[in-house]
């Protein structure tokens, strides 16, 4: 089957049609440079991304902690992890980097915390 | 009255970097004065990963970027006031400025303008109907929903495909809400490409070009929006109008310099980029003030501000240091084609020792074109571009060399 | 059992309890907004007429020129912005001349004192930036400009520091007729009511009759411009009605705002108060005639409200029953003249109560701080006693948190985030609360205890939160 993307590269965001066959890419038209066909094969075999977001702080001096996932995730992971953060509430302090969920959604990547927020 | 050799008018990635340059090239006597309660800037509501590619070859949330930063602060112990607003400066360099201390008026040797920029409301664009709770700007939905921990609609549209908007499209859609549209008055989005794919796409958002609000529903709360298409004079076509039922509107059409004190001090200002006039010091028009980030002019990428508040955080500390000659020969720097405008907008020829790089915005997408640097109206270099938008700043860089000929005139084309 | 209760806490009600709280009488006004000024009175011109304007021998004419003259005197007793600007009527045509100087000779029989007219050159002189189309001018050195919100503020809380009840979100529904009185909404009781209920007073009226009056709702938009753009004009420029209809005006805000419009278009919708593109378009169109180069580019808000056009010509001020005394049909110039009315109903009030004056009575009226004519040494005084007067919130405006606090503690105390706006201006700058909305918020969550979700923009339909974050997704599966 044929998938339309559009590659995000560079502002050209060539419209790539990509020729997939289970779930493997088979060819590539419409881009314009190597990155173009180099993102295809990402996006249709592997689309991953990094998920941000903040969580409640009890008895911090910033009311949220920032955190993002310290890798990309499977995309179709996102919702699972939106979910499961929805009980999450953090204890002040946290430092910048700590492991606010480990192994998250069964990604074997950790969600971290991205700001430090200190104990008032 | 107390004096400092320089001031550094904000604490957000520009007043930061060019803090942390001016320390380490000899200032010692230095003072950020921030207004937040934090340093940082509009940064720390920037959660989103993005930041700091082109500086530190990893991709860092808003948060970490400011933290790289702030700890270099600390570690330079560079002194900062937090809750701290300048009120006013003077073309003396007096900055008179406020906190919970009292009023308090500096003389500066040097000053670094690092105050930023603000979104353009709703207001400004003269959008039509009614007036009630759940109109934001973008920046104020996302402190909102960052910082606040507070989800301000369920329902949304947004107006302007900014990267702003087209970051908050995805991050109400991940707390909940649902986004309806994003409408876009252009018949292009001014933001990433990546943004447009992984903010709306990646969540069924339609996002529609050429499409603008011509009304907006609910005297008390909003209760919809009415889209309609333009015409090329950016003017809805009639018959063309759609009601979309949603209870909050946010508006991420444009970041506008904030440059009230620089009007104060009487700078020349740029009617483009809504900014001061500088040279390839960024140093304004009146002596010892300079200026970067995006009180200047408005940038796509932190990275880019970080540098140019370092230049002018190095070019404060000569100016302190007595390095920086003043200089009366200058040679303009002229936006030619479909460049919008360049900064900086002269050179100085006696002086000057480095290249200089030059900074600038597009009017309209251009394809498989190229920026060309004419000097005295001969062509001097071409820089093929595969594309040019007017949503990414390009950046070229001018020999010294160059200009070894004195040259009277230097255009940087567009096309 | 009230002796007197006002309906509506527009500044036609404010002015009236104003003058009514210096008497030994009940008072109570209700409103069917969250505070006071929040209909007419929030969406006007801000003009004080000089009184050339109406008819001779009209109400309107008598209570124009009377107000325009208490206006300066109030301002400095009850401590809200006035400014006496002067106006000038601006023509620009030959057959105009004609018109300007019946105008003059209106005006002059109305009592307007100062008037002239004004060559070409004159107006240039003196409004370098008008369009050198004009032919001459009729000048009214005694107009001046006000802040309504802050006039019908401090009328509001005057009135309360002398004991006048205001209770809000409460609209009226029923009336009924007693044998002493009336009795509101099957719960407040008055032996009197005035109804001041602006573009709903004939409504109001017809809960126990038929009025003898309609009011047709009028809206007028305008566009509001940011202080760089104010040094355009100095004063109060109005366009000579002509063969293109009324024209617009032209004007500083005591804050040094431009101010340009209004349009005006009868509509239907008593709550219809949203702006148009039609009529935006109109004002931009319409104001270059004034000035040609307004720079519109820095504009920071548009808005809409909507006049009480009644169908007699006049105002409507009357004890048209027994105990009911309507201030109905108040158009422009209500304004100038609301100081004016509200004596005249007091007159009519004592006649029936007879009332011994009120004492000790508070005469004066402590204004809001206001940082742009304080001096630095009066400013750190303040901090000083309370440092969250050094504490910026609105930073286009300078507003700071103890100014906001101070807003929420007086005695018609701001409770929402558009009441902080109307008292103290934050968020009435060029960002539009861009950067202190949540600011705001914060405070009001402090100051009352409030959940976030109870902080409103302006009534209690106007929330800005839905909910927490991670707080309700599961409840909907989304």
């Known amino acids: 089957m044929f998938k339309q993307l559009t590659c995000i590269n560079c502002p050209l965001g060539c419209s790539l049609e990509v020729l997939i066959e289970q779930g493997k890419v088979c060819s590539v038209k419409g881009n314009t440079c190597p990155r173009g066909k180099a993102y295809a094969y990402s996006e249709i075999e592997h689309p991953a991304r990094i998920v941000t977001t903040s969580l409640p702080v009890v008895d911090g001096d910033w009311r949220m902690v920032s955190c993002k996932t310290k890798a990309p995730i499977p995309k179709e992971k996102i919702g699972e992890i939106m979910e499961l953060l929805q009980d999450v509430i953090v204890q002040a302090p946290i430092q910048i980097g700590e492991i606010l969920v480990e192994n998250i959604a069964n990604t074997n990547v950790d969600l971290v915390a991205t700001r430090e927020v200190h104990k008032i | ?415 | 059992m009230y002796d007197i209760v006002i309906i509506g806490a527009g500044v036609i009600g404010c002015a009236i309890a104003y003058e009514l709280a210096k008497y030994q009488l009940d008072v109570l006004v209700l409103e069917k907004e969250s505070d006071v000024c929040s209909g007419t009175s929030k969406a006007n011109s801000g003009i004080v007429h000089a009184g050339y304007d109406a008819k001779p021998a009209t109400l309107k004419a008598k209570f124009n020129v009377d107000g325009a003259k208490r206006i300066p005197i109030l301002s400095e007793l009850l401590a809200f912005d006035y400014k006496n600007c002067g106006s000038l009527v601006l023509n620009f045509s030959e057959e105009g001349k004609e018109t300007i100087q019946k105008l003059y000779e209106q005006g002059i029989q109305n009592g307007v004192e100062g008037l002239k007219i004004l060559s070409k050159e004159e107006v240039l002189s003196m409004e370098p930036n008008v369009s050198d189309h004009v032919v001459s001018a009729l000048y009214a050195p005694s107009a001046g400009i006000v802040c309504p919100f802050g006039m019908t503020i401090a009328f509001a809380e005057n009135a309360a520091d002398n004991g006048v009840k205001f209770i809000f979100d409460t609209p009226v529904e029923t009336i009924e007729k007693k044998e002493n009185g009336f009795l509101i909404n099957g719960i407040y009781a008055s032996k009197m009511i005035i109804n001041a209920a602006g573009v709903k007073a004939d409504f109001i009226h017809s809960l126990l009759e038929e009025p003898r009056f309609k009011i047709q709702a009028r809206k007028g938009e305008y566009i509001l411009l940011d202080h760089s753009a104010s040094h355009l004009c100095s004063h109060t420029l109005f366009q000579l009605p002509s063969e293109y209809g009324k024209g617009v005006l032209i004007t500083q805000t005591v804050h040094e705002n431009l101010l340009v419009g209004p349009t005006a278009q009868d509509i239907d919708d008593k709550e219809g108060i949203d702006t148009t593109t039609d009529g935006l378009e109109q004002i931009q169109e319409k104001a270059k005639i004034t000035i040609k180069d307004i720079p519109f580019s820095q504009t920071i808000t548009s808005f809409a409200g909507l006049r009480a056009r009644g169908n007699t010509g006049d105002f409507v001020i009357e004890e048209s029953m027994d105990n009911w005394i309507d201030v109905a049909c108040i158009e422009s110039p209500g304004l100038t003249s609301a100081p004016s009315i509200a004596s005249y109903v007091k007159e009519i009030v004592v006649d029936h109560f007879d009332p011994s004056l009120k004492e000790p009575y508070i005469a004066r009226r402590k204004g809001f701080v206001n940082t742009k004519t304080l001096s630095d040494s009066q400013w750190n005084d303040l901090i000083q006693k309370d440092p969250r007067y050094g504490k910026i919130v609105c930073r286009c405006e300078s507003i700071s948190e103890g100014q906001i606090v101070d807003a929420c503690s007086r005695s018609i105390p701001a409770r929402s985030v558009d009441g902080i706006k109307r008292r103290v201006r934050a968020g009435m700058g060029r960002c539009q609360g861009g950067f202190c909305l949540p600011k705001v918020m914060e405070i009001l969550v402090k100051q009352y205890g409030l959940d976030w979700k109870d902080v409103h923009k302006s009534n209690p339909e106007s929330g800005y939160i839905i909910q927490k974050i991670k707080e309700g997704m599961k409840d909907d599966g989304t």
């Open chain 2, 1 to 415: 009255m107390e004096h400092k050799q320089l001031l550094i008018i904000g604490g957000g990635p520009a007043g930061l970097a060019a803090a942390i340059e001016a320390k380490k090239n000899g200032v010692d006597d230095l003072l950020i004065l921030e207004r937040d309660a934090c340093l940082g800037g509009i940064l720390n509501q920037c959660i989103h990963n993005g930041f700091g590619l082109h500086t530190f070859h990893e991709e860092l949330t808003g948060p970490e970027y400011a933290k790289r930063y702030i700890d270099q602060v600390n570690e330079h112990s560079i002194p900062y006031r937090l809750n701290t607003m300048v009120l006013s400066i003077d073309d003396q360099k007096n900055v008179r400025f406020i906190s919970e201390q009292g009023i308090e008026v500096i003389q500066a040797q040097a000053i670094i303008l690092a105050m930023g920029c603000r979104e353009r409301p709703r207001g400004a664009l003269n959008i039509p109907g009614f007036r009630g709770a759940g109109i934001y700007s973008a920046g104020t939905a996302q402190k909102l929903v960052n910082l606040d921990g507070f989800l301000p609609g369920k329902d949304v549209v947004i107006l302007g495909s900014g990267d702003i908007g087209l970051i908050m499209a995805r991050r109400m859609t991940l707390e909940g809400a649902k986004v309806h549209a994003v409408a876009e008055i252009m018949p292009y989005s001014s933001g990433l490409k990546r943004n447009i794919v992984q903010c709306l796409e990646d969540y069924h958002i339609p996002l529609f070009l050429e499409h603008t609000i011509v009304k907006i529903l609910g005297k008390d709360r909003v209760e919809g929006v009415v889209l309609a298409k333009v015409d090329q004079d950016r003017k809805p076509i009639l018959g063309t109008e759609k009601e979309y039922a949603c209870d909050t509107i946010l508006f991420s059409c444009g970041l506008i310099p904030e440059n009230e004190l620089s009007a104060q001090a009487k700078l020349e200002m740029d009617p483009i980029t809504k900014g001061a006039i500088v040279s390839d010091s960024l140093q304004t028009s009146v002596d010892g003030i300079f200026a970067c980030g995006n009180v200047l002019h408005v940038h796509d990428l932190v990275d880019f501000v970080s540098q140019e508040a370092s230049l002018a955080g190095k070019k404060a500390a000569e100016y302190v240091l007595g390095d920086l000659k003043k200089s009366q020969d200058f040679v303009s720097i002229e936006p030619k084609g479909k460049t919008r405008y360049v900064i900086p907008s002269k050179i100085d020829l006696k002086n000057g020792k480095e290249d200089v790089v030059v900074r600038f915005r597009v009017g309209s997408v251009i394809q498989d074109g190229a920026i060309q640097v004419y000097i005295d109206g001969k062509k001097i270099v071409r820089f093929p571009r595969r594309i040019m938008a007017p949503g990414e700043m390009e950046t070229i860089t001018l020999k010294r060399e160059w200009l070894s000929s004195n040259p009277s005139s230097i255009w940087i084309e567009s096309e």
